[in-house]
């Protein structure tokens, strides 16, 4: 099977296995969360808005023209090969961040399930679609998408930090449990979505020998990696 094709397919299996298995568990979980003491509350809220496209955007962005300026105003070989470098870097964020946030606000008004701030209202599994109010756009979770394609892209990068952006990813997701604007499946089906994101550009990315290159199991590997590139 295609490798692009064959990691969606795993990918979209372990989200549905997960939607599927936390469902039951999200309205005890989120009545949980509104239990907990206000100190740990307080800290999720610090750490929580890490998790919001805008800014991942506007830095990819910046980063990506910056890196475009240097490489048409200069003359040596060697500046020139890293301006292209830090262009790729940043259109892959760039690309990989806005094409995650397309598609979850997309899957939002679709879905348009309720947040659990109108539990006591509509419960844990009302279904809205269209409202256009973010009331009722709580799957998937935004936050989480951003952090799954912002650490999941990370990953990618560095294979050898990959424990450490889980770690991160799953503290925004975490996050938003906690402090109240989402259910754990939403969580779950965002850093899925985001994470997804992430390796289908670094697939397209490898084929256009851009940051990464196919290894010898047909996987995305940073192009400074050690292992060799895969044989034709």
């Known amino acids: 099977m295609n490798q692009p094709l064959a990691s969606t397919g795993w990918i979209l299996l372990t989200t549905i296995v997960l939607v599927v298995a936390l469902v039951p568990f999200d309205p005890h979980v989120s009545e949980w969360a509104r239990g907990l003491p206000d100190e740990i509350v307080g800290f999720n809220r610090t750490i929580t808005d890490f998790g919001t496209f805008a800014w991942m955007l506007y830095t990819s962005a910046t980063l990506l023209l ?13 500046v020139r090969q890293k301006a292209r470098t830090a262009r790729n870097l940043s259109a892959y964020f760039l690309l990989t961040i806005g094409t995650a946030s397309v598609l979850v606000h ?16 509509y419960g844990a599994y009302s279904l809205t679609p269209f409202t256009g109010s973010g009331a009722f756009e709580s799957f998937p979770s935004g936050h989480s998408t951003a952090a799954g394609a912002f650490f999941g892209a990370f990953a990618m990068l560095a294979p050898q930090l990959r424990p450490l952006f889980l770690i991160l990813a799953l503290l925004i997701g975490v996050s ?3 402090v109240g604007a989402h259910y754990p499946s939403d969580v779950a089906a965002g850093l899925l979505l985001g994470l997804w994101v992430a390796i289908m550009y670094a697939f397209l990315f490898a084929r256009r020998d851009w940051l990464f290159r196919l290894d010898t199991g047909g996987w995305p590997a940073p192009k400074s990696a050690s292992s060799p590139p895969k044989r034709k």
């Open 106 to 121: 997309g899957l939002k008004l679709l879905i348009g399930r309720a947040r659990p701030e109108l539990f006591a209202e």
């Open 66 to 78: 910056i890196a475009f300026v240097v490489r048409r105003s200069s003359r040596r070989d060697t």
């Open 176 to 178: 938003r449990v906690v």
